[in-house]
């Protein structure tokens, strides 16, 4: 088979084009691990054309935004990883601002997420829970003993 069959037997899904929901689609059981296994990529899939109606397809569309939100969280993760391993030899103005830098990729990410996968999507729930534990406002410890 050469290249160009390949190209001709990838047929876009017309439901996915059209926007049609598909109640058992993948997107409802995407979750975090499903991304972060890491799988080579050989060079003629990297090379590969695609047709613009696949290219742009819901389901490519989607997986394009799973791949963005994924790589937001872990660099938020790993900033905070890399925070705590640290902490005692940075100053407190720098500890901050590693610490917004933390939080301000893990609200990008939600924010992708929250506007785009389906509130029943594992990875968004995987997201926003993080955030919640990490950074939520609420869960600051309120300093009573300092003076105003």
Known sequence: MSDEDDLEDEKPDMRSVLGFLNQNEWIYNLNIGNIM???PISMKDFMQ???????????????????????????STEMRFLLQSRAQYLKPE???????????WHAKALEIACTFLPSECPLLNH???????????????IKEDEEC
């Open 37 to 39: 296994q890491i799988q």
């Open 49 to 75: 054309e695609t047709s613009d109606e696949l290219e742009l397809s819901r389901d490519s569309f989607l997986t394009k935004l799973a791949i963005l939100i994924v790589t937001y969280f872990c660099m």
């Open 94 to 104: 720098v500890k901050k601002e590693r610490e917004l830098e933390s939080e301000f």
């Open 127 to 141: 997201v926003l829970l993080s955030y919640q534990k990490h950074h939520d406002p609420t869960m600051q410890p």
